[in-house]
């Protein structure tokens, strides 16, 4: 789990003003498996020197087919630390350090499948579902994909020559809807203007007679406030939860403080308080005892002591610190990277997640 990749940078390509995909190999040419719609951690020291250098999740927009070559396409955030920093140092053979691709937001390709896939984006939420849309093209001759993708404006799509090559050579398996909140001239066919809203997102699903088919799969990924909107327009169509799969990049922004209504794992009525605690993690054949102040998550409390557990968004989100809980009760600060079920299994997230007994064991890997 912690055996950490050396990629090499091969190539890269500039999307957008504030877009750039980092196109990665391994030294040695070696291919790295992954599947569509996982995500690399990127390791990058642009801290001060002798810093632990900043890990951030960076969803692959290459395909298993394009190995040995991986692709992370990153987009600037205002204010933001590792986005600017690539985007303003990143070069041609530069080598990082990477965590091997993980995620459960994934599409697995199967020749034999006939299937309708609905992906709804906006910005850069379109990194994994680019990943996953050129692989059911390329392997699944009798699937069909719809994409709903939301930008500012037309100088803001990604990919967007890559799409309109895809969308041509599909016959008609790949259809695009563009919705611009701000766009620059008039809007021609499969073009909305508006918010990617739950009022847009019904527009476009319900004047599809044919399509999506009523078995389609729903694939998510962007702003909290699109997530929000995507789970409404589908609860209305009656699309079982079972068909919707979603990823965040950013935390919701009320979520440490709502931690209780997010649950705690194996939580009962009788729970604990967060104080100091001390817990017990097994990690690759180590038992790992150490405290936990209130202050801290156990991952914190973690890296603070040189124990080099697995982590990569440090938010809840991607699931790359994930342990199971053997014995206690554990708050999760966010729990937006576990599905119910996962939580209903004791499975924590140790980036987000406090120890309220005093009898705390989480096993990871
Ligand atoms: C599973 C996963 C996959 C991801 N894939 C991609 C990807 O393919 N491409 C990509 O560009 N990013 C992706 N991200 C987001 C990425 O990991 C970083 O969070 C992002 O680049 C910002 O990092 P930063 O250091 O620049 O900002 P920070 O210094 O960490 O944050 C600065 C501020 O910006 C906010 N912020 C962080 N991320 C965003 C965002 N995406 N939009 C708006 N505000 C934000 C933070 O809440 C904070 O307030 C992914 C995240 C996860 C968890
Ligand atoms: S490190 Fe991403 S969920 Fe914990």
């Known amino acids: 789990m912690s055996s950490y990749l050396t990629l090499q940078v091969v190539a890269l390509t500039q999307e957008t003003p504030d877009t750039v995909t980092i196109h990665l190999e391994r030294p040695d040419g070696q291919p790295v498996v992954s599947q569509p719609g996982q995500f690399l951690t990127l390791l990058v020291p642009c801290g001060p020197a002798g810093a632990r250098p900043e890990r951030r999740a960076y969803s692959l927009s290459s395909t298993p087919a394009e190995a040995p ?94 799409l309109a090559a895809l969308e041509a050579s599909s016959s008609g398996r790949l259809q695009v809807e563009y919705v611009y909140s701000q766009p620059l001239g008039a809007v021609g066919a499969h073009q909305h203007t508006g918010r990617l809203n739950r009022t847009t997102l019904l527009r476009i699903l319900e004047h599809r007679h044919q399509f999506p088919a009523p078995q389609a799969e729903y694939y998510i990924c962007g702003p ?35 931690g209780d209504q997010h649950g705690d794992a194996l939580a009962g009525p009788d729970d604990g308080t967060v104080k100091t605690r001390s817990v017990k993690v097994q990690y690759e054949g180590s038992d790992y005892v150490f405290e936990v102040p209130p202050s801290k998550t156990i991952l914190d409390a973690a890296l603070d002591l040189d124990i080099d557990l697995p982590y990569s968004c440090q938010a809840g989100l991607c699931t790359a610190c994930r342990g199971k809980c053997l014995s206690g009760k554990v708050h999760l600060d966010e729990r937006e990277g576990l599905s119910d079920a996962e939580l209903a299994k004791g499975y924590v997230l140790t980036c987000v997640a406090h120890p309220l007994t005093a009898d705390v064991v989480i096993e990871i890997g």
């Open 69 to 162: 070559r991986l692709s992370v396409t990153v987009k600037r955030v205002l204010g933001g630390l590792v986005s600017n920093y690539l985007l303003d140092n990143v070069k041609v053979g530069q080598t990082y350090e990477v965590l091997p691709p993980l995620g459960n937001f994934v599409v697995k390709p199967s020749p034999g499948a006939a299937r309708s896939l609905v992906l709804i984006g906006a910005g850069s939420g379109i990194t994994p579902l680019m990943s996953m849309l050129k692989a059911v093209l390329a392997q699944e001759p009798r699937s069909h994909v719809l994409l709903i993708y939301g930008n500012r404006n037309e100088n803001t799509v990604i990919f967007k020559q890559q």
């Open 224 to 258: 909290e406030g699109l997530m929000t909107e995507a789970q409404a327009a589908l609860e209305l169509l009656n699309v079982p939860a079972t068909r919707i799969r979603r990823e965040s990049f950013v935390a919701a922004a009320d979520a440490a403080e709502a």
